[in-house]
């Protein structure tokens, strides 16, 4: 029998109390065991350490925003908090660690901050080093820069910010602890990219638009840290006209098929990725809820499962490893406001 944990960030406007746990069974094909681990305000993203050690969790106390460490303290993944960093401002939406768990950072939507906190030996955060967007983009959400997501190129050379308010892919080269620029990508006007993942070859990318419902597929200079637009795809069919946005996008670990998830059209659209590494689309999933905000897959990848934050539930369906798609197994698992998922490592 093999069963994993994983975590769910939420927003804490309503019912929600903060970072929950849950259990899934695969042997079972079976969700269980929300509950609250972490009591804390808007913890909506969180992040796990490699060596399963620590979980980053975004967090806002009062007008002050920022990231909370925790220890993971035992194999039940129970949460012991270590400390906080916190500016002046609105909390990030996004953070990431690297796999040697020195430099953890965080995309701020409001504030047009990405951060990087290095860490103590135990996990724990130092103050933050910071790095400021400017500019605007021609939808009515691009008033001002919206950094949305702040994560690592595979071999970890390069920092990646995703900024939605000005339609730009932003790489950085970590330098002690602070990040230094080094190359833009202008995506095309009002797309609102969102989030990135990368192929396993570290050769490619796949980049969910939160206001175009598109997947962009980038190549990616893995020397200089560039990108280049290779492919634009809708993520909804041509006769949706109602509201939709763009929310995650993951790949499976053998770089075949590309999952991006719709809010509004609640469902998990399925690429398979071709030769040349741009995707053809397969099938829509319905994410049996309301407002898909993240999906995950399991360790083993047999199982994807997906939060709806509207709705409050999380969902697990069983994955083709050979054709990719979707097949529900178990829906309305209660987790409020649950927005982001992530499992410990294997």
Known sequence: MTKYIGYIGSYTKKES?????????????????????????NPTYVTISKDNQNLYAVAKEGNQGGVTAFEIADDQGSL????????????????????QKQLVVAA??????????????????QAPTSAKHEGNGPHERQEKPHLHFAGYTPDERFVVVVDLGTDTITTYQPQDGSLEEVNVLKTKPGSGPRHIAFHPNGEYAYVMTELSNEVIVLKYDQQDGRFEEWQYISTLPEDFTENSQGSAVHLSSDGRFVYAGNRGHNSI??????DDFTVEFIEWTDTEGDWPRDFVLDPSEQFIVASNQE?????LFERDPEAGTLTLVQKDVAAPEAVCLKFLYA
């Open 17 to 41: 109390e903060g970072v929950y746990k849950f259990i899934l069974d695969t042997e079972k094909k079976q969700l269980s065991g929300v509950e609250v681990v972490a009591s804390l305000d």
């Open 311 to 315: 709705s409050g539930t999380i969902v």
């Open 269 to 274: 659209a399925v690429y398979r990725v071709l």
């Open 108 to 125: 701020n939507y409001h504030t047009q901050l990405v951060e990087a906190f290095a860490t103590n030996s135990d996990g724990s955060l």
């Open 80 to 99: 012991r908090p270590l400390n906080s960093q916190v500016t002046p401002g609105s909390a990030p939406c996004h953070v990431s660690v690297d796999s």
